[in-house]
Protein backbone atom coordinates (compact mmCIF):
# COMPACT_ATOMS: atom_id res chain seq x y z
CA UNK A 1 0.00 0.00 0.00
CA UNK A 2 2.77 2.19 0.23
CA UNK A 3 4.16 4.45 -2.23
CA UNK A 4 6.78 6.28 -0.61
CA UNK A 5 7.72 6.64 2.97
CA UNK A 6 4.80 9.19 4.06
CA UNK A 7 2.44 8.35 0.62
CA UNK A 8 0.09 5.53 0.41
CA UNK A 9 -2.62 4.91 -2.45
CA UNK A 10 -5.83 6.43 -0.70
CA UNK A 11 -7.79 4.06 2.19
CA UNK A 12 -10.72 1.89 1.72
CA UNK A 13 -13.34 1.66 4.50
CA UNK A 14 -15.06 -1.92 3.66
CA UNK A 15 -18.22 -1.37 5.45
CA UNK A 16 -19.91 1.60 6.26
CA UNK A 17 -23.39 2.59 7.17
CA UNK A 18 -22.82 6.51 5.90
CA UNK A 19 -26.88 7.39 7.25
CA UNK A 20 -25.49 7.20 10.74
CA UNK A 21 -23.23 10.31 9.96
CA UNK A 22 -25.74 12.54 12.15
CA UNK A 23 -26.72 10.01 14.38
CA UNK A 24 -23.72 11.83 16.69
CA UNK A 25 -26.06 13.12 19.59
CA UNK A 26 -29.48 12.19 18.64
CA UNK A 27 -32.29 11.75 21.21
CA UNK A 28 -31.15 8.88 23.67
CA UNK A 29 -33.88 5.75 23.89
CA UNK A 30 -36.64 5.70 26.57
CA UNK A 31 -34.79 3.44 29.19
CA UNK A 32 -31.47 1.83 28.57
CA UNK A 33 -30.94 -0.86 26.01
CA UNK A 34 -29.55 -4.04 27.64
CA UNK A 35 -28.48 -6.24 25.04
CA UNK A 36 -27.96 -6.54 21.18
CA UNK A 37 -31.18 -6.71 20.21
CA UNK A 38 -32.03 -3.36 22.45
CA UNK A 39 -29.77 -1.42 21.07
CA UNK A 40 -30.87 -2.30 17.18
CA UNK A 41 -34.78 -1.52 17.86
CA UNK A 42 -34.30 1.47 20.57
CA UNK A 43 -31.29 3.15 18.40
CA UNK A 44 -30.42 2.19 15.02
CA UNK A 45 -34.06 0.88 13.83
CA UNK A 46 -35.69 4.26 14.79
CA UNK A 47 -33.01 6.03 13.50
CA UNK A 48 -32.69 4.35 10.04
CA UNK A 49 -36.95 4.93 10.07
CA UNK A 50 -36.57 8.68 10.94
CA UNK A 51 -34.63 8.85 7.11
CA UNK A 52 -35.88 10.73 4.24
CA UNK A 53 -33.57 11.78 1.30
CA UNK A 54 -32.81 14.81 2.35
CA UNK A 55 -31.14 13.75 5.43
CA UNK A 56 -29.22 10.77 3.36
CA UNK A 57 -27.92 13.48 1.24
CA UNK A 58 -26.51 15.45 4.19
CA UNK A 59 -25.27 12.65 6.24
CA UNK A 60 -23.45 10.96 2.91
CA UNK A 61 -21.85 14.54 2.49
CA UNK A 62 -20.88 14.57 5.66
CA UNK A 63 -19.72 10.89 6.14
CA UNK A 64 -17.40 11.62 2.83
CA UNK A 65 -16.15 14.80 4.40
CA UNK A 66 -14.74 12.86 7.03
CA UNK A 67 -13.38 9.90 5.19
CA UNK A 68 -11.24 12.47 3.23
CA UNK A 69 -10.49 14.06 6.08
CA UNK A 70 -8.86 10.94 7.47
CA UNK A 71 -7.37 9.80 3.70
CA UNK A 72 -10.40 7.28 2.64
CA UNK A 73 -11.04 7.97 -0.55
CA UNK A 74 -12.74 4.80 -1.10
CA UNK A 75 -16.30 3.92 1.00
CA UNK A 76 -17.99 0.51 0.59
CA UNK A 77 -21.04 1.72 2.08
CA UNK A 78 -24.54 -0.28 3.37
CA UNK A 79 -27.52 1.09 3.26
CA UNK A 80 -31.16 1.25 4.87
CA UNK A 81 -33.90 4.01 4.93
CA UNK A 82 -37.32 1.84 5.04
CA UNK A 83 -39.38 5.11 4.73
CA UNK A 84 -37.76 6.30 2.16
CA UNK A 85 -35.99 3.63 -0.35
CA UNK A 86 -36.51 4.63 -4.24
CA UNK A 87 -33.65 6.73 -4.95
CA UNK A 88 -31.62 6.40 -1.97
CA UNK A 89 -28.77 4.71 -3.35
CA UNK A 90 -28.11 7.63 -6.11
CA UNK A 91 -28.41 9.98 -3.52
CA UNK A 92 -25.67 8.49 -1.65
CA UNK A 93 -23.79 7.95 -4.99
CA UNK A 94 -24.36 11.60 -6.20
CA UNK A 95 -23.52 13.24 -2.28
CA UNK A 96 -19.92 11.53 -2.23
CA UNK A 97 -19.12 12.17 -5.94
CA UNK A 98 -19.68 15.84 -4.87
CA UNK A 99 -16.51 15.24 -3.19
CA UNK A 100 -14.82 13.50 -5.06
CA UNK A 101 -15.19 10.51 -2.95
CA UNK A 102 -15.87 7.09 -4.94
CA UNK A 103 -18.40 4.93 -3.15
CA UNK A 104 -19.82 1.10 -3.97
CA UNK A 105 -23.24 1.00 -1.86
CA UNK A 106 -26.41 -1.10 -1.83
CA UNK A 107 -29.93 -1.57 -0.06
CA UNK A 108 -29.52 -4.20 2.79
CA UNK A 109 -33.31 -5.96 1.85
CA UNK A 110 -34.82 -7.33 4.97
CA UNK A 111 -38.45 -8.08 6.59
CA UNK A 112 -38.44 -6.73 9.83
CA UNK A 113 -40.90 -6.64 12.37
CA UNK A 114 -40.48 -4.19 15.46
CA UNK A 115 -41.04 -7.41 18.11
CA UNK A 116 -40.72 -10.63 15.63
CA UNK A 117 -37.64 -12.19 13.44
CA UNK A 118 -38.78 -15.72 12.45
CA UNK A 119 -38.10 -17.63 9.26
CA UNK A 120 -42.04 -18.03 9.00
CA UNK A 121 -42.28 -14.78 7.44
CA UNK A 122 -43.02 -13.96 4.49
CA UNK A 123 -41.26 -11.37 1.87
CA UNK A 124 -42.05 -7.86 2.80
CA UNK A 125 -43.90 -5.14 0.95
CA UNK A 126 -40.16 -3.57 2.88
CA UNK A 127 -37.99 -6.20 1.02
CA UNK A 128 -39.69 -5.92 -2.22
CA UNK A 129 -38.90 -2.26 -2.52
CA UNK A 130 -35.51 -2.64 -1.30
CA UNK A 131 -34.77 -5.37 -4.49
CA UNK A 132 -36.24 -3.18 -6.38
CA UNK A 133 -34.02 -0.14 -5.57
CA UNK A 134 -31.21 -2.73 -5.79
CA UNK A 135 -32.15 -3.70 -9.14
CA UNK A 136 -32.67 0.09 -10.27
CA UNK A 137 -29.31 1.71 -9.08
CA UNK A 138 -27.03 -1.00 -10.51
CA UNK A 139 -28.73 -1.25 -14.11
CA UNK A 140 -28.62 2.58 -14.40
CA UNK A 141 -24.85 2.21 -13.76
CA UNK A 142 -24.71 2.70 -9.97
CA UNK A 143 -21.75 0.95 -8.54
CA UNK A 144 -22.79 -1.17 -5.56
CA UNK A 145 -23.81 -4.66 -4.52
CA UNK A 146 -26.60 -6.07 -3.20
CA UNK A 147 -27.72 -5.64 -0.13
CA UNK A 148 -29.15 -7.78 2.59
CA UNK A 149 -30.15 -6.43 6.21
CA UNK A 150 -29.16 -9.90 8.27
CA UNK A 151 -30.48 -13.48 7.67
CA UNK A 152 -32.40 -13.46 10.88
CA UNK A 153 -34.49 -10.56 9.78
CA UNK A 154 -34.88 -12.18 6.44
CA UNK A 155 -37.17 -14.73 4.86
CA UNK A 156 -36.35 -17.44 2.95
CA UNK A 157 -37.68 -16.08 -0.18
CA UNK A 158 -35.98 -12.70 0.55
CA UNK A 159 -32.83 -14.20 0.89
CA UNK A 160 -33.29 -16.49 -2.36
CA UNK A 161 -34.35 -13.22 -4.28
CA UNK A 162 -31.71 -11.13 -3.39
CA UNK A 163 -29.44 -13.98 -3.68
CA UNK A 164 -30.24 -14.38 -7.64
CA UNK A 165 -30.43 -10.62 -8.14
CA UNK A 166 -26.94 -10.34 -7.24
CA UNK A 167 -26.06 -13.58 -9.94
CA UNK A 168 -28.01 -11.92 -12.42
CA UNK A 169 -26.41 -8.55 -12.41
CA UNK A 170 -22.97 -10.01 -11.91
CA UNK A 171 -22.37 -8.25 -8.35
CA UNK A 172 -21.93 -9.69 -4.97
CA UNK A 173 -24.00 -9.24 -1.94
CA UNK A 174 -23.06 -6.96 0.82
CA UNK A 175 -24.56 -8.60 4.28
CA UNK A 176 -24.37 -8.35 7.98
CA UNK A 177 -23.44 -12.32 8.97
CA UNK A 178 -23.25 -13.22 13.01
CA UNK A 179 -23.01 -10.03 14.63
CA UNK A 180 -24.74 -10.60 17.68
CA UNK A 181 -26.51 -13.90 19.61
CA UNK A 182 -29.70 -13.18 17.39
CA UNK A 183 -27.84 -14.08 14.14
CA UNK A 184 -25.78 -16.90 15.97
CA UNK A 185 -27.33 -19.82 13.88
CA UNK A 186 -29.33 -18.24 11.29
CA UNK A 187 -26.04 -17.12 8.97
CA UNK A 188 -26.59 -20.96 8.01
CA UNK A 189 -29.39 -20.23 5.37
CA UNK A 190 -26.62 -18.47 3.46
CA UNK A 191 -24.51 -20.97 2.89
CA UNK A 192 -25.98 -22.47 -0.77
CA UNK A 193 -25.46 -19.20 -1.53
CA UNK A 194 -22.19 -17.34 -1.04
CA UNK A 195 -19.58 -16.90 -3.48
CA UNK A 196 -16.36 -15.02 -3.31
CA UNK A 197 -17.82 -11.77 -4.47
CA UNK A 198 -19.38 -11.74 -1.04
CA UNK A 199 -19.22 -9.29 1.64
CA UNK A 200 -19.27 -11.28 4.77
CA UNK A 201 -19.36 -8.15 7.88
CA UNK A 202 -18.51 -8.92 10.98
CA UNK A 203 -18.84 -12.73 11.84
CA UNK A 204 -18.36 -12.68 15.71
CA UNK A 205 -20.65 -15.57 15.93
CA UNK A 206 -19.38 -17.76 13.47
CA UNK A 207 -17.74 -21.15 14.03
CA UNK A 208 -13.87 -21.46 12.04
CA UNK A 209 -15.48 -23.95 9.69
CA UNK A 210 -18.97 -21.82 8.76
CA UNK A 211 -18.14 -22.76 5.24
CA UNK A 212 -19.23 -19.25 3.86
CA UNK A 213 -17.02 -18.00 0.91
CA UNK A 214 -16.47 -14.23 0.55
CA UNK A 215 -14.45 -11.39 2.33
CA UNK A 216 -14.58 -11.12 5.89
CA UNK A 217 -14.63 -7.46 7.29
CA UNK A 218 -13.57 -6.84 10.77
CA UNK A 219 -14.89 -3.70 13.09
CA UNK A 220 -13.12 -4.44 16.24
CA UNK A 221 -14.55 -0.74 17.59
CA UNK A 222 -18.45 -1.32 16.62
CA UNK A 223 -18.25 -4.66 18.17
CA UNK A 224 -16.83 -3.36 21.19
CA UNK A 225 -19.48 -0.44 21.14
CA UNK A 226 -22.51 -3.29 20.69
CA UNK A 227 -21.44 -5.84 23.35
CA UNK A 228 -21.26 -8.57 20.87
CA UNK A 229 -18.24 -9.99 21.61
CA UNK A 230 -14.75 -10.63 19.81
CA UNK A 231 -14.32 -12.20 16.13
CA UNK A 232 -11.10 -13.29 16.53
CA UNK A 233 -10.72 -12.31 12.75
CA UNK A 234 -7.44 -14.48 12.56
CA UNK A 235 -9.26 -17.50 12.74
CA UNK A 236 -10.63 -17.90 9.60
CA UNK A 237 -9.14 -19.02 6.05
CA UNK A 238 -11.20 -16.30 4.68
CA UNK A 239 -9.70 -13.23 3.43
CA UNK A 240 -10.39 -10.53 5.96
CA UNK A 241 -10.98 -6.63 5.26
CA UNK A 242 -11.28 -4.09 8.11
CA UNK A 243 -14.61 -1.61 8.54
CA UNK A 244 -15.91 1.29 11.07
CA UNK A 245 -19.55 -0.05 10.74
CA UNK A 246 -20.48 3.46 10.12
CA UNK A 247 -18.31 5.27 13.06
CA UNK A 248 -16.59 7.41 10.72
CA UNK A 249 -13.99 6.00 8.03
CA UNK A 250 -11.01 7.27 9.62
CA UNK A 251 -9.15 3.93 9.09
CA UNK A 252 -5.65 4.61 10.66
CA UNK A 253 -7.48 4.87 14.08
CA UNK A 254 -9.64 1.70 13.05
CA UNK A 255 -6.04 0.11 12.45
CA UNK A 256 -4.95 1.22 15.74
CA UNK A 257 -8.11 -0.50 17.65
CA UNK A 258 -8.09 -3.81 15.72
CA UNK A 259 -4.58 -3.95 16.56
CA UNK A 260 -4.81 -2.97 20.16
CA UNK A 261 -7.77 -5.87 20.51
CA UNK A 262 -5.79 -8.51 18.84
CA UNK A 263 -2.84 -7.81 21.59
CA UNK A 264 -5.30 -8.48 24.70
CA UNK A 265 -6.40 -11.38 22.29
CA UNK A 266 -3.15 -12.91 21.37
CA UNK A 267 0.03 -10.96 22.87
CA UNK A 268 2.27 -12.20 20.39
CA UNK A 269 0.39 -10.62 17.19
CA UNK A 270 2.07 -7.73 14.97
CA UNK A 271 0.25 -4.86 13.70
CA UNK A 272 1.08 -6.30 10.40
CA UNK A 273 -1.65 -8.28 10.86
CA UNK A 274 -4.27 -5.76 10.87
CA UNK A 275 -1.91 -3.46 8.28
CA UNK A 276 -2.64 -6.49 5.82
CA UNK A 277 -6.45 -5.99 6.09
CA UNK A 278 -5.97 -3.01 4.53
CA UNK A 279 -4.76 -4.32 1.84
CA UNK A 280 -7.55 -6.75 1.51
CA UNK A 281 -9.99 -3.53 1.48
CA UNK A 282 -7.85 -2.34 -1.55
CA UNK A 283 -8.30 -5.50 -3.51
CA UNK A 284 -12.41 -5.00 -2.52
CA UNK A 285 -11.66 -1.67 -4.10
CA UNK A 286 -8.65 -1.37 -6.24
CA UNK A 287 -9.70 1.79 -7.80
CA UNK A 288 -8.16 3.18 -4.80
CA UNK A 289 -4.91 2.61 -6.27
CA UNK A 290 -5.50 5.56 -8.62
CA UNK A 291 -5.64 7.70 -5.52
CA UNK A 292 -2.71 9.15 -3.28
CA UNK A 293 -2.57 10.08 -0.06
CA UNK A 294 0.70 12.10 1.37
CA UNK A 295 0.61 12.27 5.64
CA UNK A 296 2.08 14.12 8.38
CA UNK A 297 3.92 11.05 9.25
CA UNK A 298 7.50 11.12 7.85
CA UNK A 299 6.99 6.85 7.94
CA UNK A 300 3.83 5.19 6.86
CA UNK A 301 4.54 1.92 8.75
CA UNK A 302 2.54 -0.17 10.85
CA UNK A 303 5.14 -0.81 13.56
CA UNK A 304 5.14 3.04 13.55
CA UNK A 305 1.57 3.79 13.22
CA UNK A 306 0.29 1.29 15.69
CA UNK A 307 1.40 3.54 18.09
CA UNK A 308 1.17 7.14 16.74
CA UNK A 309 -1.93 9.40 16.67
CA UNK A 310 -2.59 12.43 15.00
CA UNK A 311 -1.77 11.50 11.85
CA UNK A 312 -3.54 13.09 8.83
CA UNK A 313 -3.59 13.36 5.36
CA UNK A 314 -1.47 16.82 3.91
CA UNK A 315 -2.20 16.12 -0.07
CA UNK A 316 -4.81 14.11 -1.41
CA UNK A 317 -5.31 13.44 -5.17
CA UNK A 318 -7.92 11.62 -6.44
CA UNK A 319 -7.60 10.17 -10.37
CA UNK A 320 -5.16 13.05 -10.38
CA UNK A 321 -7.16 15.51 -9.18
CA UNK A 322 -5.97 17.69 -6.29
CA UNK A 323 -8.88 17.41 -3.64
CA UNK A 324 -6.69 18.33 -0.74
CA UNK A 325 -2.90 20.42 -0.11
CA UNK A 326 -1.23 20.91 2.45
CA UNK A 327 -4.24 20.08 4.53
CA UNK A 328 -6.92 22.40 3.23
CA UNK A 329 -9.41 21.33 0.80
CA UNK A 330 -8.61 22.58 -2.58
CA UNK A 331 -12.58 23.51 -3.49
CA UNK A 332 -15.04 21.99 -0.86
CA UNK A 333 -16.56 23.96 2.01
CA UNK A 334 -16.33 21.67 4.71
CA UNK A 335 -17.65 24.63 6.89
CA UNK A 336 -21.03 24.52 4.69
CA UNK A 337 -21.06 20.65 4.93
CA UNK A 338 -21.25 20.81 8.30
CA UNK A 339 -23.82 23.82 8.67
CA UNK A 340 -25.95 22.11 6.29
CA UNK A 341 -25.47 18.90 8.20
CA UNK A 342 -25.99 20.08 11.82
CA UNK A 343 -29.31 21.35 10.11
CA UNK A 344 -30.50 17.89 8.70
CA UNK A 345 -29.12 16.47 11.92
CA UNK A 346 -31.86 18.69 13.82
CA UNK A 347 -35.16 17.71 11.31
CA UNK A 348 -33.74 14.44 11.94
CA UNK A 349 -33.94 14.00 15.67
CA UNK A 350 -37.40 15.74 15.29
CA UNK A 351 -38.31 12.91 13.55
CA UNK A 352 -37.22 10.61 15.51
CA UNK A 353 -38.89 11.81 19.28
CA UNK A 354 -41.74 11.36 17.25
CA UNK A 355 -41.17 7.85 16.73
CA UNK A 356 -40.40 7.22 20.75
Given amino acids: MDLNENQTYGLVCAHHHLYSSLARGMPPPETIPKNFEDILKSIWWKLDKALDLETIEWSAKLGALEALESGTTCIIDHHESPNAIEGSLSVIQDAC ?18 DIFSTEMSMSNEAVLGLEENRRFLLEGGVGMVGIHAAFTCSDETIDSAAGLASDLGVGVHVHVAEGDLDASSWKRLQQYTNDDWIIVHGVHLPDDHELQG ?24 RVGLGTDGIGADMLEEFRIGYAR ?27 RDDTVTWSYSKIDPWHLAFS ?22 DIDSTEIRAKAKEAAEKLFKRIRELT
Fill in 215 to 238: VIVHNPRSNMNNGVGYAAPTRFEN
Fill in 262 to 288: LREFDVQESPVTIWNMLNVNAELFPEC
Fill in 309 to 330: SGVRPLDIEIDGKPIMKNGEFT
Fill in 97 to 114: HELGVRVNTCYGVTDRKP
